[in-house]
T-cell receptor
Framework: QKEVEQNSGPLSVPEGAIASLNCTYS??????FFWYRQYSGKSPELIMS????GDKEDGRFTAQLNKASQYVSLLIRDSQPSDSATYLC??????????FGQGTELSVKP | GAGVSQSPRYKVAKRGQDVALRCDPI?????LFWYQQALGQGPEFLTY????????KSGLPSDRFFAERPEGSVSTLKIQRTQQEDSAVYLC???????????????FGPGTRLTVL
């Protein structure tokens, strides 16, 4: 079992819809969780961090964390074609390194 | 302000050559990380520095890989006797600290794409 697992995309949603991206992790002691967006040929860009159970909202993005279920999700409301990218879930481990999932490719169709 | 910078952006090496990749972290960031990203995969951790101290090098794939950060700012990742399997994007990230809510967020540089022929 991989330490951080994500939906195997690609995920395709119509413009204006809600995109839901999911991630599970294996280390029950993890405390810090991050979502990165990566456009093709570019480096990962931090879009959300979450540390406690519940929801955290930032504009059109909502991160959800459930430590009991070892589950993190990212919701993107009113999806735009410019949201089309690969979304990486990352969990902080050990002295500070990030363990990444394999990423979910999101495609928002106009 | 300036983000993380890396150079070169692209590097083509012949098998067996040595290469050196440079990372300039965000000013004032104590923690610096190197990751390797293969095509279609998430980044994989290589090594971590807190100031000039290399605290974790558990991800370095072989003794051909070496990293340093002698003055606690700029870091260099060196790969000796490159092999084709070293072809990847090498990403550098920095954070203000390694712990603490709001302080441990890692910001990535643009990466160096290494191709070994």
């Amino acid at each position: 079992q991989k330490e951080v697992e994500q939906n195997s995309g690609p995920l395709s949603v119509p413009e204006g819809a809600i995109a839901s991206l999911n991630c599970t992790y294996s280390d029950r002691g993890s405390q810090s969780f991050f979502w990165y967006r990566q456009y093709s040929g570019k480096s990962p860009e931090l879009i959300m961090s979450i540390y406690s159970n519940g929801d955290k909202e930032d504009g059109r993005f909502t991160a959800q964390l459930n430590k009991a279920s070892q589950y993190v999700s990212l919701l993107i409301r009113d999806s735009q074609p410019s949201d089309s990218a690969t979304y990486l879930c990352a969990v902080k481990s050990g002295l500070g390194k990030l363990i990444f999932g394999q990423g979910t490719e999101l495609s928002v169709k106009p | 302000g300036a983000g993380v910078s890396q150079s070169p952006r692209y590097k083509v090496a012949k098998r067996g050559q040595d290469v050196a990749l440079r990372c300039d972290p965000i000013s004032g960031h104590v923690s610096l990380f190197w990751y390797q990203q293969a095509l279609g995969q998430g980044p994989e951790f290589l090594t971590y520095f807190q100031n000039e101290a290399q605290l974790d090098k558990s991800g370095l794939p072989s003794d051909r890989f070496f990293a340093e950060r002698p003055e606690g700012s700029v870091s260099t990742l060196k790969i000796q006797r490159t092999q084709q399997e070293d072809s990847a994007v090498y990403l550098c990230a920095s954070s203000l600290r390694s712990r603490g809510i709001g302080y441990n967020e890692q910001f990535f540089g643009p990466g160096t794409r290494l191709t070994v022929l």
